[in-house]
């Protein structure tokens, strides 16, 4: 997923499945503002409520796992 400079990822959501947030450019602030940067992740345990923004100036581009498989 990307997320241009400044913008986030949509309303705080949660999911059935655990979820791993993995860096792959830019910066972002996952969930209660646990920052993140290139090559960083982030757990988001299941249900769990958590939202994705770009604090930074350069676009975000992250991966995204479900465990199990949520799609």
Do not use: C, S
Not at 27 to 46: N, S
């Amino acid at each position: 997923m990307t997320i241009g400079p400044g913008r986030d990822g949509g309303p705080e959501e949660t999911h059935a499945a655990d979820q791993v947030v993995y860096v792959i450019e830019g910066e972002a602030v996952v969930t209660t503002e646990h920052h993140a940067k290139v090559g960083a992740r982030a757990l988001i345990p299941a249900g769990a409520r958590h939202h994705v923004r770009n604090p930074g100036p350069q676009p975000l581009f992250f991966l995204t796992i479900y465990a199990p498989p949520a799609y």
